[in-house]
C-alpha cells in the first residue's frame, strides 16, 4: 500500500500528469511521476482485487480511480505499459458487478469478494475518471446509472445514493440524503455527467444546484454555495462544471441523449420564480405607496425611525430588481427583516396611538 494510502498518492500522481500535460519543465516533477507510476503499478498487479487499500486492510475501488488514470497518461505521455492495471481493474470489476443492479460494488474485502453494495457516491466519482482509463466499462455503466439512478423532477435532477428499493442512512459520506437523492452522489455526478458527456442531465443537476444549493455572491462577486459556509462544495461544483478527460479530445466522450423526463417541467420553476417575483414587488410596492399615502395625509404622525423604514422598503425593492446576484433566500431574508422592523417600530406604534385617540 502507498504511504497514506492510495488517496494522496493517486490524486499527488494526478496532478503530476496534469503538470506534464501542461508542457511544465520541473525535473522533480517529472521524475516523481516516473518513480510513483512505476511504484502504483507494481502494488496494483500485486493486488488479489485490483484496487489498493485506502486504508489498511479497507479497500474501495473508486478511490483508485485518480491513480489508474495517472497511468494511462503516463503511458501516453512515455510509451510505458501501465494501463495493463487499468485492465485488470476493469475485467475485475465486471466479474464482480451487483447481481441486482449490474453496477460496480462499493467496498471489496482485501482478498476479494464484496462487502458493500453499490452507492451512488462512490458511482459519481468513478464515472467521472473511468472515461480515461475504462472507457468501455464507464460507457455500460453510465448508461445503467442514467437509467436507474437518477431522479428526475421539475427538469432537476437528483442521483439517488442508494440503489433504487433500498434504503439507506445518512453518513459522512452520503452528505444530506433528501428524497433518495444523495447530497454527494448528486454533487459528484456533475462530473460524472460532464465526464460522459451527458449535458441534458448536466444541465438537471446543475439546476438543483443552483435551487437548492444556496448560492451567494461575496462582495468581490465569488460565487459560494450553501451561504459559503462549505468550501468542499465549492471546490467540488467548480471540479464538475470544468472537468474533462484529460489527453483525450473534446467530442469524443458522449453519451446519447437522456429521456425527456429530465428536460422537461423544469418551465413549472421558472414560472413559480416570476410569479413569486412579481409578489415580492406587489407587496413591497403596495406597502411602499401607501406609507407614503398615509404620510401626505397625516404628516405629524411620522417619526424618523418610521421613515427610515419606508426608506428599507424601497430599497429591499430595488435590491430585488437591480441586483441579479440576489439569491431567493436573501430576498426572503431581507423582506422577514423588513417585516420585523416594520411592526415593531410603524404598525405597533400607531396602533398604540389609534387606540389612546380612541379611548
Not at 131 to 154: M, V
Not at 178 to 185: H, Q
Not at 198 to 203: A, E, S, T
Not at 333 to 340: K, M, P, S, V
Request: glycine letters at 10%; one cysteine or more; charged letters at 20%.
Amino acid at each position: 500500500m502507498p504511504k497514506g494510502g492510495i488517496i494522496p498518492a493517486g490524486h499527488a500522481n494526478l496532478l503530476r500528469a496534469g503538470y506534464v500535460l501542461l508542457g511544465v519543465e520541473e525535473e522533480e516533477i517529472a521524475n516523481r511521476f516516473h518513480e510513483q507510476s512505476a511504484l502504483l503499478y507494481e502494488e496494483f498487479m500485486k493486488s488479489k482485487v485490483a484496487s489498493l487499500e485506502t486504508y489498511p486492510q479497507m479497500i474501495w475501488p473508486v478511490d483508485s480511480a485518480c491513480a489508474l488514470e495517472s497511468l494511462r497518461l503516463h503511458d501516453e505521455f512515455f510509451g510505458t505499459r501501465y494501463s495493463e492495471a487499468c485492465e485488470r481493474w476493469e475485467e475485475w470489476m465486471l466479474e464482480n458487478l451487483d447481481e441486482e443492479s449490474g453496477m460496480m460494488p462499493a467496498q471489496v474485502g482485501i482478498s476479494g469478494g464484496v462487502l458493500e453494495s453499490p452507492r451512488g457516491c462512490a458511482l459519481s466519482w468513478s464515472l467521472a475518471f473511468m472515461p480515461g482509463f475504462a472507457p468501455n466499462l464507464a460507457q455500460q455503466q453510465y448508461q445503467r446509472y442514467r437509467d436507474n439512478w437518477f431522479i428526475h423532477f421539475l427538469g432537476m435532477t437528483g442521483i439517488r445514493e442508494w440503489p433504487p428499493g433500498k434504503k439507506g442512512s445518512m453518513d459522512a459520506d452520503t452528505g444530506p440524503i433528501v428524497g433518495g437523492a444523495g447530497f454527494a452522489a448528486t454533487g459528484f455526478g456533475t462530473a460524472a455527467a460532464k465526464a460522459n458527456g451527458d449535458v441534458d442531465n448536466l444541465r438537471g443537476v446543475l439546476r438543483a444546484i443552483e435551487l437548492l444549493g444556496l448560492p451567494v455572491r461575496t462582495i468581490r462577486g465569488e460565487k459560494e454555495y450553501f451561504l459559503g459556509r462549505v468550501l468542499l462544495a465549492d471546490v467540488l461544483v467548480l471540479w464538475g462544471k470544468t472537468v474533462r478527460v484529460w489527453g483525450i479530445p473534446r467530442g469524443k466522450v458522449a453519451a446519447p441523449g437522456t429521456s425527456e423526463s429530465a428536460r422537461s417541467g423544469f418551465w413549472i420553476v421558472v414560472l413559480a420564480a416570476a410569479i413569486l417575483m412579481g409578489l415580492i414587488i406587489w407587496i413591497v410596492l403596495r406597502d411602499v405607496l401607501r406609507a407614503c399615502r398615509n404620510m401626505e395625509r397625516d404628516p405629524d404622525r411620522w417619526t424618523r425611525k418610521q421613515e427610515g423604514i419606508l426608506v428599507f422598503d424601497a430599497l429591499v425593492l430595488l435590491a430585488w430588481v437591480a441586483v441579479p446576484a440576489l439569491f431567493w433566500f436573501h430576498t426572503l431574508l431581507l423582506l422577514g427583516l423588513a417585516d420585523i422592523v416594520e411592526q415593531r417600530f410603524l404598525t405597533a406604534p400607531t396602533s398604540a396611538k389609534l387606540r389612546e385617540e380612541a379611548s
